[in-house]
């Protein structure tokens, strides 16, 4: 069934103001139009940001508790919905039903978790130094808060930016990927059933360039938090720069798993392949480095690629299917790429590197589950983010010289080890160059009270994103000085 979609401003759905229209294709089968969308471009931008912007005092003179209902509400409504949103998700971004049903209730948890925070985020009381005084902080809102989300997370990572933004009190303009934005606009459609105001959530899909030259021009947009690629990022950072507001960006990484001698090899190859394939090998925090001791090089090696060829790969609605489609055909054809070049360079490819396109999958951007050997810490694929199932093995001689090239690349987001030695898990801790730390557990995969953010080209570095860490980036703290001592 194709669904259609307008965009969701001031509490209606309304279309385009062009009239451009566009569509999304199932990356399982092509032939499969998912859902229409309206195009939105600059006018749209405008006139949702101009609702934000009318919506605001009302929204932010509730109490934290009143907006926390509506969350709670939503998690409700959320999840009654969970099984048929998950369908979709797949249905359009390719990713296996099983992962799309914890994405789903993986939002469903970030509603339920700020709705329960709601009774109390607020500011602190201080002792002053004299009697009769009190010295206390609000936490307030920043108003107009703008939203730019990726492809590969389509509901979790709207619901993490937009439910603490809510529970701070700002009214929001998201925009999610053209390539999947259903998820964002059913998010709009749950938030208005929960009983939202008009206008404190518009959901445009469309134009990124038109929504970055709004924020760029619009005094009334306060804040941006951006997750996706490093290049649109930094591209926004430096068009923000002269308005001086306040910016999250969440971006791409090139995330290592580390496996010393001493690990448990099967351990190593499982968690290496969950974090490397699954998803498509489409997560932020994928494993794409595997820096391994050379003691165990060869062994830990002939496991892995002993996983990467019983890797099921198929439809995501297929049952048993470990591994979906490539998003798209610049992201499948960008994989294959990645591929050559690394040959070009002397890497060696050990198992993959091939479309597959037999039977359901004749018509899908599918392709094995890849392990490529012999790679040098300074070949392309071991310095550049692939975003794709394609897993580079280095070896090396020593737990220094694994850090040392775990550190050599210019990202750092996530980063695995796999060992039994504590000591070195907590040196490894101490001299990683990463924002996410795991120790014997998949890169991949994070708990939503948890912070959550990179460092280096991955981030900006400022603010977290996830748990109560969230809501410092969407509200500002104000210090009040009362004396009644007179
Ligand atoms: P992308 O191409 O950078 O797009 C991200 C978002 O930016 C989309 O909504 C896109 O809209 C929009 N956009 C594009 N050009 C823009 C512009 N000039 N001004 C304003 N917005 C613009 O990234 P992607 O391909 O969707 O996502 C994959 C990337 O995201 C990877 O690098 C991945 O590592 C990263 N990621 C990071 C995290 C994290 O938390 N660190 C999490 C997930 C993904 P259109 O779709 O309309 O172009």
């Given at each position: 069934?194709?669904?259609n ?6 509490g209606?759905w309304?279309?385009a103001?062009?009239g451009k229209?566009?569509s999304t ?5 092509i032939?499969?139009?998912?859902a229409h969308?309206?195009q ?8 949702a940001?101009?609702?934000a912007?009318?919506a ?6 509730l109490?934290p ?7 709670s509400?939503?998690?409700?409504i959320l ?23 914890g ?9 339920r978790?700020?709705g ?5 985020v607020?500011?602190?009381t ?9 010295l ?6 920043l108003?107009?808060v703008?939203l730019?989300t990726?492809?590969n997370?389509p ?8 439910v603490?933004a809510l ?5 929001l303009?998201?925009?999610?990927a053209?390539q999947?934005?259903?998820?964002a606009l059913e998010?709009?459609?749950v ?6 105001p008009a206008?404190v959530?518009?959901?445009v899909a469309g134009e990124?360039?038109a929504?970055g030259a709004?924020?760029?021009s619009n005094p009334?947009?306060?804040a ?5 690629s490093h ?8 068009s923000l720069a002269?308005r001086?507001i306040?910016?999250q960006?969440?971006?791409g990484s090139k995330?290592?798993t580390?496996?010393?001698a001493?690990?448990?090899l099967?351990?190593a190859?499982?968690?290496?392949a969950t974090a490397?394939?699954?998803l498509?090998?489409q997560?932020c ?6 820096i ?8 830990f090696t002939e ?5 990467a060829?019983?890797?099921?790969v198929?439809?995501g609605l297929?049952a048993?299917?470990?591994?979906g489609p490539?998003v798209?055909?610049d992201?499948?054809?960008g994989n294959?790429q990645?591929?050559?070049?690394a040959?070009l360079e ?5 198992w993959?590197g091939?479309r597959?396109s037999?039977?359901?999958m004749?018509h899908g951007?599918f392709?094995?589950p890849?392990?490529l050997?012999e790679?040098?810490p300074?070949m392309?694929?071991?310095?550049e983010e692939?975003?794709?199932?394609v897993v580079?093995?280095?070896?090396v ?6 850090i040392?090239?775990?550190?050599g690349?210019p ?5 695995s080890l796999?060992t039994r030695?504590f000591?070195?898990?907590l040196q490894y801790a ?7 730390v795991k ?5 991949t ?7 959550f953010?990179g460092v280096?080209?991955?981030s900006?570095d400022?603010?977290?994103e996830q748990?109560t860490?969230?809501?410092?980036f969407?509200?500002r703290s104000?210090?009040v ?6």
């Amino acid at each position: 069934m194709i669904q259609n979609y307008e965009n969701f401003i001031a509490g209606q759905w309304v279309s385009a103001v062009s009239g451009k229209t566009f569509s999304t294709v199932n990356p399982a089968d092509i032939r499969e139009i998912v859902a229409h969308y309206s195009q939105g471009g600059s006018a749209d931008f405008a006139a949702a940001t101009a609702a934000a912007s009318n919506a605001f005092p009302k929204w932010a003179a509730l109490t934290p508790v009143a907006r926390g209902r509506v969350l709670s509400k939503a998690a409700q409504i959320l999840e009654s919905r969970k099984a048929e949103l998950a369908i979709l998700l797949t249905r359009e971004e390719g990713k296996t039903l099983a992962e799309a049903t914890g994405e789903v209730g993986r939002a469903v948890d970030i509603f339920r978790f700020y709705g329960g925070l709601s009774y109390v985020v607020g500011g602190q009381t201080l002792p002053h130094d004299l009697p009769g005084n009190l010295l206390m902080t609000r936490r307030e809102p920043l108003g107009v808060v703008a939203l730019i989300t990726p492809w590969n997370f389509p509901i979790a990572i709207p619901a993490w930016k937009l439910v603490p933004a809510l529970l701070c009190g700002n009214t929001l303009v998201l925009k999610p990927a053209s390539q999947a934005p259903a998820m964002a606009l059913e998010l709009a459609r749950v938030l208005a059933e929960a009983g939202l105001p008009a206008g404190v959530l518009n959901v445009v899909a469309g134009e990124g360039r038109a929504f970055g030259a709004e924020i760029a021009s619009n005094p009334a947009i306060q804040a941006l938090s951006f997750t996706g690629s490093h290049t649109v990022g930094s591209g926004l950072y430096q068009s923000l720069a002269p308005r001086m507001i306040r910016v999250q960006l969440e971006m791409g990484s090139k995330n290592p798993t580390l496996v010393l001698a001493d690990a448990d090899l099967d351990l190593a190859a499982r968690l290496v392949a969950t974090a490397g394939f699954g998803l498509t090998g489409q997560a932020c925090t994928a494993t794409s480095r595997v820096i391994v001791e050379r003691a165990v090089l060869e062994n830990f090696t002939e496991k892995l690629v002993g996983l990467a060829k019983n890797w099921k790969v198929g439809s995501g609605l297929s049952a048993g299917v470990q591994m979906g489609p490539a998003v798209n055909a610049d992201e499948f054809e960008g994989n294959f790429q990645a591929i050559r070049q690394a040959q070009l360079e002397g890497a060696r490819l050990i198992w993959g590197g091939e479309r597959l396109s037999e039977g359901e999958m004749a018509h899908g951007y599918f392709m094995q589950p890849t392990v490529l050997g012999e790679v040098t810490p300074f070949m392309t694929i071991a310095q550049e983010e692939v975003f794709g199932p394609v897993v580079a093995v280095l070896g090396v001689d020593s737990f220094d010289e694994a850090i040392s090239v775990a550190n050599g690349v210019p990202y750092g987001l996530s980063a695995s080890l796999v060992t039994r030695d504590f000591k070195k898990a907590l040196q490894y801790a101490e001299r990683i160059e990463c924002g996410v730390v795991k120790v014997n557990q998949i890169s991949t995969g994070l708990a939503l009270q948890a912070p959550f953010g990179g460092v280096k080209n991955s981030s900006t570095d400022t603010f977290r994103e996830q748990g109560t860490a969230a809501l410092d980036f969407y509200s500002r703290s104000k210090t009040v000085y009362l004396d009644y001592s007179a």
